[in-house]
């Protein structure tokens, strides 16, 4: 998945909390070197491993099966079963929709939501999808994918987005704190005092600010069960967990725009084993293909691909297609 480099406003931690949790994380190693990702410098490696896009951004490809998918914008959530799930949007972000789609290109519409508010959980059975609201109230609705029906809703004060789901658990990431909700039980408890953006329930862990990060605010990853805290940065965010979250890649903590320049890889305790940067450009879909092997969707200068990286050696993991140009707005 994309990350999304969202901004959010929180309230501020207690001055003691924060100094004491600071003093538990040693400060990271100094970074390595960066590797500059270029399609000349890169010998060319195996093609990427399971379902994924094709560098037409349309195309989903898995092995020896390839299905188009028709939209101005198409976003892969994910496998369910012998089935795919993807979202369309048209050129201006808007007219969300979430299908499932069979190897013969036949879809199934499962909601109508924007792709990039909504999570697909692990195991494909669940679509988790978000809509805010023009008073920051937020409808998050929990879909069976096999079926495409909708199985529950929950309404919410605030602007609550869905970070991972796994079975009726659902984690959500607020404004002002990072919440568990029980789709089936209908109970909501509060993990964290911080806003989550990013967690994995699977692996007990989620990433949360401190307060807005254009504010001063500082990035902290915890268990979501005992509240632990394993690693702590004001100059970073995360952008992926691995599978079994012993690994994170992180970009710069104010990151927006269409994407960072600089992608950096650390064990979940910070650990530094890896930057990776493209001039001129910016990076994509950032996401973990194995335990140790990170994959980049890199948009250069003139030619864009897919790279592998292992802390420091990367190689070409696609094609080479154009870049995607930024268009002016009128």
Same mark, same amino acid.
């Given at each position: 998945?994309?990350p999304?480099?969202?901004?959010?406003?929180?309230?501020?931690?207690?001055?003691?909390?924060?100094?004491?949790?600071?003093?538990?994380?040693?400060?990271?190693?100094?970074?390595?070197?960066?590797?500059?990702?270029?399609?000349?410098?890169?010998?060319?490696?195996?093609?990427?491993a399971?379902?994924?896009?094709?560098?037409?951004?349309h195309?989903i490809?898995?092995?020896?099966?390839r299905v188009?998918?028709?939209?101005?914008q198409?976003?892969?959530l %994910?496998?369910?079963?012998?089935?795919y799930?993807?979202?369309?949007?048209?050129?201006?972000?808007?007219?969300?929709?979430?299908?499932?789609?069979a190897?013969?290109?036949?879809?199934?519409?499962?909601a109508?939501?924007?792709? @990039?508010?909504?999570?697909?959980?692990?195991? %494909?059975?669940?679509?988790?999808t978000?809509?805010?609201?023009?008073?920051?109230?937020?409808?998050?609705?929990?879909?069976?994918v096999?079926?495409?029906?909708?199985?529950?809703?929950?309404?919410?004060?605030d602007?609550?987005i869905? +970070?991972?789901?796994?079975?009726?658990?659902?984690?959500?990431?607020?404004?002002?704190?990072?919440? +568990?909700?029980?789709?089936?039980?209908?109970?909501?408890?509060?993990?964290s005092?911080?806003?989550?953006?990013?967690?994995?329930?699977?692996?007990?862990?989620m990433?949360?600010?401190?307060?807005?990060?254009?504010?001063?605010?500082?990035?902290e990853?915890?268990?979501?069960?005992?509240?632990e805290?394993?690693?702590r940065?004001c100059?970073?965010?995360?952008?992926? @967990?691995?599978?079994?979250?012993?690994?994170?890649?992180?970009?710069?903590?104010?990151?927006?725009?269409? %994407?960072?320049?600089?992608?950096?890889?650390?064990?979940?305790? %910070?650990?530094?084993?890896?930057?990776?940067?493209?001039?001129?450009?910016?990076?994509?879909?950032?996401?973990?293909?194995?335990?140790?092997a990170?994959?980049?969707?890199?948009?250069?200068?003139?030619?864009? @691909?897919?790279a592998?990286?292992?802390?420091?050696?990367?190689e070409?993991a696609?094609?080479?297609?154009?870049?995607?140009?930024?268009?002016?707005?009128?």
């Open positions: 998945m994309r999304l480099y969202r901004p959010l406003t929180a309230t501020l931690a207690a001055t003691l909390a924060a100094a004491a949790a600071a003093t538990l994380v040693a400060a990271p190693a100094q970074a390595k070197p960066a590797i500059t990702l270029t399609p000349g410098g890169l010998d060319r490696g195996a093609d990427v399971g379902p994924h896009l094709d560098g037409d951004g195309t490809v898995d092995g020896s099966v188009k998918v028709s939209g101005a198409v976003r892969l %994910g496998k369910s079963g012998a089935t799930v993807a979202g369309t949007t048209n050129e201006r972000g808007g007219n969300g929709r979430v299908y499932r789609v190897a013969d290109g036949s879809k199934t519409l499962i109508k939501a924007h792709p @990039f508010m909504s999570v697909l959980s692990a195991d %494909g059975a669940t679509l988790v978000t809509k805010v609201g023009r008073t920051s109230r937020s409808l998050v609705s929990v879909y069976d096999a079926t495409a029906t909708l199985e529950v809703e929950g309404n919410f004060r602007y609550a869905a +970070l991972d789901v796994q079975g009726d658990r659902v984690l959500l990431g607020t404004t002002k704190k990072t919440l +568990l909700w029980d789709s089936q039980a209908h109970d909501v408890a509060t993990v005092r911080d806003p989550g953006y990013n967690g994995d329930l699977a692996a007990d862990v990433a949360t600010f401190t307060k807005d990060p254009y504010d001063g605010g500082c990035t990853v915890r268990r979501i069960v005992s509240g805290l394993l690693w940065s100059t970073e965010q995360v952008a992926a @967990f691995n599978a079994d979250a012993s690994r994170i890649a992180t970009v710069g903590i104010l990151s927006d725009g269409p %994407g960072p320049g600089r992608v950096d890889a650390r064990t979940i305790s %910070g650990q530094h084993l890896g930057r990776y940067q493209v001039r001129s450009g910016w990076f994509g879909e950032i996401r973990w293909e194995t335990p140790t990170l994959l980049l969707d890199v948009n250069g200068a003139r030619k864009a @691909f897919t592998r990286c292992t802390a420091n050696a990367c070409r696609s094609s080479l297609h154009p870049a995607q140009t930024l268009r002016a707005q009128s």
